[in-house]
């Protein structure tokens, strides 16, 4: 059974269903436009039922719980007022939707941009956000990741506090909202990643222990009570969050969903709850002939999560590989406090590149233990990889984007490397011309104590990497606004320039065959002895791509050993109109030739 409130248009009715096996009396309370208290029927399973006539859209109501307590819907579809009040009813059948001949691509030809709602424009909605889908048509990307959108307290938050897994955040603009922002996107042919949370929930608002018992004293996560994938009443906790799932594709035509940080989802039953969802999602593609996708976040460098479900895996689609941004972002930052201690010298890009994983059950020394599995095996649409997210980003403790971090031009060298890396490439917003605003953590609770636990938390969090500033104040509406990117750099300068290389990557990746086959197989990097540089060879039958880069600040000079003639320069970062200074390579190369690279320098050569 699936929770929720059900509205019928053919009758004006109105089906509510709760699970709720921990309640002894359950009552629906009908808030407005009309007052009524109308008594729920229990079935052996712990699923509270009522049909009722005279509902719409417009009927707002809450549950009395037991005679005393009058609580929102555990699976209410919107909070129009909030996480505290009461929930609303929403036809679902009322949105015209014009999307029934879309299909998403294939996850090795996708490009992600990761957007936050709130920030991503003036308005902070989900009608503004639609207004920046020209721009992501003329950079090339194809799909739209957004963080959180499930109903959070107050109006700012990065949406990982999500209390109401089924609503979606009125401040954004609710049900229709969200789904205005898909259907444009899918007329613009971008497909749509939403992000969601399923490892724990904010404790604003969540109301969910009353009605059953859904966390769990097991385990333990670093953001509140896990779930409870494997307990007792452990089997209506999995149908909840399973149906949700299913949800965002059957009512919001989502595409795609990023489940975050499943290393905080816990479940040691013969069935992992990953694996029942995954199987759920790919019965409903079938069913509907449509692609839809589970892409995790990890940081388990375990390929269970990926594997076939034939081979013993979870058989998810992707993940995101972080192992990726901590190889590159060391190499060109230096920086070393922290998880990064375990990255920063060539070998581990090249390894990143070439198989995928860099901790292969290798000693990790952040861990002090050994970590990860081989990803050897593991094609490369499996595989997420960026230089920037919401993470790398926003868990800095002053919100630092690699713009600030590294010189300019090892800015392109990193957006090189990710877009021509034989993996699915992400995108945050801004990086494509070179935004300098930081992308800072950021609450609007109204629990004072609550809010006090974040500032201390945030500054905990920090220490391991030495930062011991005073750390920007979540709750201030001021480190809101300071991460609203903003948009009208792009045209001017090197934030322009920028943009130029970004799209011009973007579109020899979808047309130069080397770069759009992302079999790792055919992807050989390796560092050049002696001096700061790494070739990549990528291949496609029998046509050749070479791709070097000096990852220093000092001039470089190579000679091409390999036999080859016929390729001709696709890509050069020092040009003018990517900002650099100019370019004294080639434009063709043939075996024995020189090449003398600039500090951070990246080029591709390729055969026509």
């Known amino acids: 059974?699936?929770?929720?409130?059900?509205?019928?248009?053919?009758?004006?009715?109105?089906?509510?269903?709760?699970?709720?096996?921990?309640?002894?009396?359950?009552?629906?309370?009908?808030?407005?436009?009309?007052?009524?208290?109308?008594?729920?029927?229990?079935?052996?399973?712990?699923?509270?039922?009522?049909?009722?006539?005279?509902?719409?859209?417009?009927?707002?109501?809450?549950?009395?719980?037991?005679?005393?307590?009058?609580?929102?819907?555990?699976?209410?579809?919107?909070?129009?007022?909030?996480?505290?009040?009461?929930?609303?009813?929403?036809?679902?059948?009322?949105?015209?939707?014009?999307?029934?001949?879309?299909?998403?691509?294939?996850?090795?030809?996708?490009?992600?941009?990761?957007?936050?709602?709130?920030?991503?424009?003036?308005?902070?909605?989900?009608?503004?956000?639609?207004?920046?889908?020209?721009?992501?048509?003329?950079?090339?990307?194809?799909?739209?990741?957004?963080?959180?959108?499930?109903?959070?307290?107050g109006a700012r938050n990065w949406g990982y506090d999500g209390a109401y897994l089924y609503a979606v955040q009125n401040s954004y603009g609710g049900p229709d909202g969200l789904k205005l922002l898909v259907n444009e996107c899918h007329r613009r042919d971008i497909s749509v990643c939403l992000d969601v949370v399923y490892n724990h929930l904010g404790p604003e608002g969540n109301y969910l222990s009353m009605y059953c018992p859904f966390f769990t004293d097991k385990y333990h996560t670093p953001w509140g009570a896990a779930v409870n994938?494997?307990?007792?009443?452990?089997?209506?906790?999995?149908?909840?969050?399973?149906?949700?799932?299913?949800?965002?594709?059957?009512?919001?035509?989502?595409?795609?969903?990023?489940?975050?940080?499943?290393?905080?989802?816990?479940?040691?039953?013969a069935k992992h709850i990953l694996r029942e969802m995954a199987e759920a999602v790919e019965e409903l593609s079938q069913k509907k002939n449509r692609r839809h996708y589970l892409i995790a976040e990890s940081d388990l460098n375990d390929t269970r999560v990926i594997s076939p479900q034939e081979h013993g895996g979870y058989g998810l689609p992707a993940q995101w590989s972080d192992d990726f941004h901590h190889a590159l972002h060391t190499l060109l930052t230096g920086e070393n406090s922290g998880y990064y201690q375990d990255f920063g010298q060539p070998d581990d890009l090249v390894k990143a590149l070439n198989r995928g994983f860099v901790y292969d059950w290798d000693y990790s020394n952040y861990r002090k233990r050994m970590h990860g599995s081989s990803s050897a095996d593991v094609f490369g649409d499996?595989?997420?990889?960026?230089?920037?997210?919401?993470?790398?980003?926003?868990?800095?403790?002053?919100?630092?984007?690699?713009?600030?971090?590294?010189?300019?031009?090892a800015l392109k060298l990193a957006a090189g490397v990710t877009l021509s890396a034989p993996y699915v490439p992400l995108l945050f917003m801004g990086e494509e011309y070179a935004e300098e605003k930081p992308f800072l953590y950021f609450v609007s609770h109204t629990d004072k104590n609550l809010i006090e636990a974040v500032r201390e938390g945030r500054k905990r969090e920090f220490k391991a990497f030495g930062w011991e500033q005073e750390p920007p104040d979540p709750?201030?509406?001021?480190?809101?606004?300071?991460?609203?990117?903003?948009?009208?750099?792009?045209?001017?300068?090197?934030?322009?320039?920028?943009?130029?290389?970004?799209?011009?990557?973007?579109?020899?990746?979808?047309?130069?065959?080397?770069?759009?086959?992302?079999?790792?197989?055919?992807?050989?990097?390796?560092?050049?002895?002696?001096?700061?540089?790494?070739?990549?060879?990528?291949?496609?039958?029998?046509?050749?791509?070479?791709?070097?880069f000096n990852y220093s600040g000092e001039p470089a000079e190579i000679e091409l050993q390999e036999k080859t003639t016929g390729l001709t320069k696709a890509i050069d970062s020092a040009d003018e109109n990517y900002g650099g200074q100019g370019s004294d390579l080639m434009d063709a190369l043939n075996s024995g030739d020189k090449l003398n690279l600039k500090a951070y320098q990246f080029v591709i050569y390729q055969q026509r």
């Open 475 to 548: 709750q201030s509406e001021e480190t809101f606004e300071k991460s609203r990117p903003d948009y009208t750099k792009i045209n001017s300068g090197h934030n322009k320039a920028m943009f130029n290389f970004y799209r011009d990557l973007i579109k020899l990746r979808k047309e130069n065959k080397c770069l759009e086959n992302i079999a790792k197989k055919n992807c050989n990097a390796e560092k050049l002895a002696n001096i700061p540089v790494i070739k990549i060879k990528r291949s496609a039958g029998e046509e050749k791509t070479i791709i070097i």
């Open 1 to 153: 059974m699936k929770p929720g409130a059900f509205y019928n248009r053919k009758n004006n009715t109105c089906k509510f269903n709760v699970w709720a096996p921990a309640v002894e009396k359950l009552e629906l309370k009908i808030v407005s436009p009309q007052k009524k208290l109308i008594p729920l029927n229990k079935d052996a399973f712990g699923w509270w039922q009522a049909e009722v006539e005279g509902i719409d859209p417009s009927s707002r109501y809450m549950y009395r719980i037991n005679s005393e307590h009058d609580k929102p819907d555990p699976a209410s579809f919107y909070q129009p007022e909030g996480v505290h009040e009461a929930s609303a009813v929403v036809d679902h059948d009322e949105f015209d939707w014009s999307d029934s001949s879309y299909n998403p691509p294939e996850l090795a030809k996708m490009i992600f941009y990761e957007a936050h709602v709130g920030t991503f424009t003036r308005p902070g909605t989900f009608a503004g956000a639609v207004e920046r889908l020209d721009h992501l048509q003329k950079l090339g990307v194809n799909t739209l990741e957004i963080m959180p959108v499930a109903q959070f307290p």
């Open 229 to 269: 994938y494997d307990d007792a009443y452990s089997y209506g906790v999995r149908d909840f969050v399973i149906a949700n799932a299913l949800y965002w594709f059957e009512k919001y035509h989502i595409d795609a969903l990023r489940l975050d940080a499943i290393h905080g989802i816990f479940d040691t039953g």
């Open 382 to 409: 499996r595989l997420l990889v960026f230089i920037q997210n919401h993470d790398q980003v926003g868990n800095r403790m002053l919100g630092e984007r690699l713009t600030t971090l590294v010189d300019y031009e």
